[in-house]
């Protein structure tokens, strides 16, 4: 269901670049289908030591929070979490408490950047309830693991996808160069599409569903009213620019998947190096290493074969989920 010219690495995730970890926390109870995710960068103090990084807004229908310093300062200071569009306020004020915790200097001379990304889960989720709570973005957090579960868990647990059942979904690809094994690797918050435009969409795919979803058929149809969250991680060298045209790539991934970018769609792409980390007190001038342009088509390649597979693997990996209003989607996997 996709192109592979690259190898996957051994978990075919974004944890397979080094010091990456993913946590989940689910809310799955009649009509709440919601939840946090949480990315950590690395392992050590992201406020210490930040990551290079760069944002591209393909359609800026989005709540996202903390994208506007990233822009300017190209630099990620703090974990990633993903969550519904109305718990972005719980989750923001959540992950500087948890920043607060282990650095005094937050406050005292300057603040800190929290960057909490979201999607509508408004379909499945009653998310007027604003049922995520503090508690549970901190569990997200204290769950981070390199083996972490896909589809329908975490903030991926309402999402929808092409009418279908979206959610939480990565994938990796491995590259060398000058004899050292790089990775490129990708993670998506998938909440897009109409049926209609999906690449593997097929009229055996359209009778399974009608046999499933008899006379809810509206429940396939409808615009483009969703989003899709699109992180890509390495541990190449590349500077806050090489990373901002990496992230202009992913809507390659996405188009490949069939999105046609409604006007009711936020998508977004955040992409970061572990590599070339800037120390927060740092003074002195240093020596950057970074990739040679003219081989960066490689890099470009092997992400957005990452993230193309990411997208899909959001779908099969997801569970069909009933939530509010008795409202349904279908998993992917299921169906073929």
């Known amino acids: 269901m996709y192109s592979k010219k690259y190898t996957p690495g051994l978990l075919n995730s974004i944890a397979d670049v080094p010091g990456i970890s993913v946590g989940h926390y689910t809310l799955n109870n009649a009509d709440i289908q919601t939840g946090v995710t949480a990315i950590l960068p690395h392992q050590g103090n992201t406020f210490e030591n930040k990551c290079v990084a760069a944002v591209e807004v393909i359609n800026g229908f989005g709540k996202s929070v903390g994208l506007m310093q990233v822009a300017e300062l190209g630099q990620l200071e703090t974990p990633i979490l993903l969550t519904n569009t109305l718990s972005v306020g719980t989750a923001s004020d959540t992950l500087i408490k948890y920043m607060l915790k282990d650095n005094l200097q937050i406050g005292a001379a300057g603040t800190v950047n929290p960057l909490v990304l979201e999607c509508n889960d408004g379909y499945l989720n009653d998310i007027r309830g604003q049922h995520v709570k503090t508690e549970d973005v901190f569990a997200a957090i204290e769950n981070a693991s390199v083996d972490f579960s896909q589809g329908s868990v975490g ?139 003219n081989q960066i088509d490689r ?37 073929i």
């Open 155 to 293: 903030a991926g647990r309402g999402m929808s996808a092409y009418k279908l059942k979206g959610g939480i979904g990565s994938a990796s690809r491995m590259m060398q160069k000058d004899g050292v094994e790089y990775c490129i690797g990708a993670l998506v918050l998938s909440n897009m599409g109409r049926l209609q435009d999906f690449s593997y969409y097929s009229k055996e795919l359209e009778h399974k569903l009608q046999q499933q979803l008899a006379k809810r058929l509206s429940e396939l149809e409808g615009a483009d009213n969703g989003s899709i969250i699109m992180i890509i991680a390495t541990d190449l060298p590349l500077d806050a620019r090489q990373l901002k045209r990496l992230a202009k790539r992913s809507v390659v991934a996405l188009a490949k998947t069939g999105s046609q970018l409604g006007t009711g769609s936020g998508d977004i792409c955040l992409a970061f190096s572990t590599a070339n980390q800037v120390c927060h007190t740092e003074e002195a001038m240093g020596t950057v290493t970074r990739y040679p342009e």
């Open 299 to 335: 890099v470009f390649d092997s992400a957005i074969e990452s993230m193309q597979q990411a997208i899909i693997n959001s779908m099969l990996n997801a569970e069909t989920v009933q939530g509010h209003k008795q409202h349904c989607r279908i998993s992917l996997k299921e169906l």
